[in-house]
């Protein structure tokens, strides 16, 4: 893939290291993608609201959960291009989509999207967008600041999400692909496709880089 000249130019000033190992050269490094390519894709996930879910791997897989580190907590541009590499494994899969599917991603609080600066589900749902052709349209909203969910047991990050989230009133399909970062519980992923189908939708599939 060529990149623009300014990722050139910072890759000469600044050389890449690996997220996993940090051996100089490439954000991923080759015994990472050997790692990711050996990783399986994640089968048999069941979320309420969901008719299907994809998952990438099992954030087990250090590469991935190091790739997911970084993606998640810097702002790091470099990130898009090896997003649609990740995720090629799950390509067969999401073209069976119906052809009307729109892609959302799992927001962030505004407060939350301003403290970070951006939202790596968006990112996620970007490369996402690329491999399927279906466009991207950010209809949910998340009208309260949750307390984040790493430290909460199954239970409490039900509640912690409950009624959490909204969609705008009118939808432009019936048909939706929720995208994030992890899949743990499924409590954020359950409570977006509620959100959706609460205005309407009838159809709500879930994607994801990981498994927790």
């Keep these: 893939m060529l990149t623009s000249l300014p990722n050139q130019l910072m890759n000469w000033l600044l050389p890449p290291l690996c997220v996993h190992c940090s051996h100089e050269g490439q954000w991923l490094c080759q015994a990472a993608h050997q790692q990711l390519a050996m990783a399986p894709t994640v089968e048999a996930v069941k979320l309420v609201g969901c008719q299907s879910v994809y998952i990438r791997a099992g954030y087990d897989c250090p590469p991935l959960k190091a790739f997911i580190q970084r993606l998640k907590y810097s702002n790091w541009t470099a990130a898009e291009e090896l997003l649609g590499e990740l995720l090629r494994p799950l390509e067969s899969d999401l073209a069976r989509l119906p052809k009307t599917s729109t892609i959302v991603p799992v927001p962030l609080h505004p407060r939350r999207q301003r403290a970070r600066g951006f939202n790596q589900s968006e990112l996620i749902a970007r490369a996402v967008g690329k491999i399927t052709g279906r466009p991207l349209v950010p209809v949910l909203r998340r009208t309260r600041d949750t307390e984040t969910q790493t430290a909460l047991s199954a239970d409490e ?23 994030d970062d992890v899949i743990t519980t499924g409590a954020t992923m359950t409570a977006c496709a509620q959100a959706l189908r609460r205005r309407g ?7 994801a880089l990981a498994k927790g």
């Design 201 to 207: 939708a009838r159809y709500v599939f879930a994607c």
């Design 157 to 179: 990050r039900q509640k912690n999400v409950a009624d959490a989230f909204t969609a705008v009133a009118e939808l432009p399909t019936d048909t939706w692909l929720l995208v």
